[in-house]
């Protein structure tokens, strides 16, 4: 539960600082910020999984790259359904649903490498 809890703080935080750094997105406030990255998390658990396994043929023929759309997507997915989290170009989708995986992909090596037992 704390590591979940951890996830959420270090999104929540990296989607202000992604926000006030790309143009093209914007935040209300922090209670819609931890709400979107509450559905943010959701999505990347159940939605990101499915599309990744249903576009593997062209994923395999881009070399990878597709998976910068289906972040892209996933992103802008979540802004949809959040409130206060609205994107307005697709390189704020782009560039941001990328910084937030690349956060993903380092905060999992590194928490589930501390031993906490």
């Known amino acids: 539960m704390i590591l979940l809890l951890v996830r959420l703080l270090i999104t929540t935080v990296i989607v202000v600082l ?3 750094l790309i143009p093209g997105l914007e935040v209300k406030n922090l209670t819609d910020t931890i709400f979107f ?5 959701l999505l990347n658990a159940v939605v ?4 990744t396994f249903l576009t593997l043929p062209i994923t ?3 070399l990878g790259l597709f ?3 289906i972040n892209a997507f996933t992103f802008w997915l979540a802004s949809e359904i959040a409130y ?3 994107i307005y170009t697709v390189w704020g989708a782009v560039i941001g649903g990328g910084i937030i995986w690349l956060t993903g992909l ?3 090596r590194l928490i589930w490498k501390v031993d906490l037992y």
């Open 106 to 108: 380092i905060t999992n």
């Open 84 to 86: 206060g989290v609205h």
């Open 18 to 20: 992604v926000a006030h």
């Open 48 to 51: 990101r999984p499915i599309l």
């Open 67 to 69: 998976t910068l759309v």
């Open 60 to 62: 395999i023929i881009t």
């Open 37 to 41: 990255g509450l559905i943010l998390g």
